[in-house]
């Protein structure tokens, strides 16, 4: 499976010179002001990814997702039909939230204020002395957020009315997405962290491997060799506000060492009886999810803001199957341990550039040509605050 053509794919010299060269404003890496613009430029009005399809196995089934950028919290329910919606989780009454759980069943959804009780569709279904309002029953639903699904990914929009639907947000890469093995997951293992970075400044570390020897001269040696010792990709590929890489891998990597030999060839073999060779995916999709198929998993990796200087990311491993004996357990747990420990190394070396950004003493920032996915994504929050910014005449 090529899951690089919905992206083409150009060699490095062609890439260079289609992204340009030279040094950026620092700017929108820790302006506050700059912040607000993006807030509500993209953020507000962008398909977000909060979840998957596998989470809301039955109706009534619910996650709540907290979006700290714009104050909401989200409950994301599988109704009696099938149909999975999104609602702010605020009771219509006067604006209490409904439900602190991060996730369960319910077959309906009661404010403990004054017991105002909703349905999985959103309806009010009833209210104490209701008669005394003023006010139909059908203007008291639950208001709807924008949601749609692709590839068993569950994906929520605060826009209003979204520019664009989902599919027509990703192009082909949707179609590819049905494709991959995160469309039939059946469960995850999944983590979280914080970090002292601006979600760029953070996303930006998993876009380029200029430092793949200093941060990961261990964990990265399958992907560094004399031929390439920074472990440089082969291609580079845009489309729209996405991008994407071709990695290279060294032919000749230094030899596992024997106790770890066995997990990984243990974890090879569960991935083909999960339903063979995870494809070899690196997608990079707007404005900072990123997808990765690796020989023995799959992984999401989401980035959402917390403010100008602070982001919450989410990691989660996906699965086609049960963990239906203790050797997949251990080699699941070993093959996301190994994944976590990679990302670890990067938190240092994030952190420490944000704190050098946020004085704003530094004007501008440097990228060379294996950083254009840097400089994309840069481009594209700059085009879209600048387009914001002229439709609202500020």
């Not at 998993?206 to 020897?213: A, G, K």
């Not at 070396?349 to 944000?354: H, N």
């Amino acid at each position: 499976m090529n899951v690089q053509q919905p992206i083409p794919m150009l060699p490095v010299e062609e890439a260079a010179r289609l992204r340009g060269r030279g040094p950026v404003s620092a700017r929108p890496y820790y302006d506050p002001e700059w912040w607000e613009l993006e807030k509500r430029a993209i953020w507000m009005r962008t398909w977000l990814h909060v979840g998957h399809v596998c989470e809301l196995p039955e109706p009534g089934s619910f996650v709540r997702r907290e979006l700290e950028f714009a104050k909401a919290s989200l409950l994301i329910v599988r109704g009696k039909d099938g149909e999975i919606r999104a609602f702010h989780n605020i009771c219509t009454h006067r604006g209490t939230q409904l439900v602190d759980e991060a996730a369960g069943r319910k077959a309906q959804f009661s404010c403990r204020y004054h017991m105002w009780t909703f349905g999985p569709d959103g309806r009010l279904l009833s209210a104490p002395d209701f008669a005394a309002f003023d006010v139909a029953k059908e203007d008291c639903a639950l208001k709807q957020v924008h949601l749609e699904v692709c590839g068993g990914m569950i994906f929520v929009n605060l826009a209003p009315e979204p520019r664009q639907t989902l599919r027509e947000f990703f192009g082909p890469i949707a179609d590819q997405f049905d494709r991959l093995p995160v469309a039939r997951a059946v469960n995850f293992t999944e983590w979280e962290y914080e970090i002292a970075a601006n979600w760029k400044t953070n996303f930006d570390n998993f876009q380029e491997n200029y430092h793949l020897r200093f941060i990961h001269p261990n964990t990265g040696a399958s992907a560094i060799g004399k031929e390439n010792p920074f472990g440089y990709p082969i291609e580079y590929g845009f489309r729209g506000p996405h991008r994407s890489q071709t990695l290279w891998k060294n032919p000749s990597p230094p030899p596992i060492p024997p106790a770890l030999l066995a997990a990984h060839t243990r974890a090879a073999a569960l991935a083909a009886q999960d339903g063979g060779a995870w494809p070899k995916t690196d997608f990079k999709l707007f404005p900072a999810f990123h997808v990765v198929g690796l020989a023995t998993n799959f992984y999401t990796h989401t980035m959402l803001p917390l403010g100008v200087d602070r982001t919450r990311g989410q990691i989660r491993m996906y699965w086609t199957s049960e963990p239906d004996s203790a050797s997949r357990l251990y080699t699941r747990e070993f093959t996301t341990m190994s994944i976590r420990d990679v990302l670890s190394e990067d938190r240092h070396a994030v952190e420490a550039g944000q704190r050098g950004l946020s004085g704003g003493w530094l004007d501008k920032v440097q990228f060379q040509d294996h950083e254009m996915l840097l400089r994309h994504l840069y481009e594209t929050v700059v085009e879209m605050v600048e387009d914001y910014r002229a439709e609202v005449g500020a």
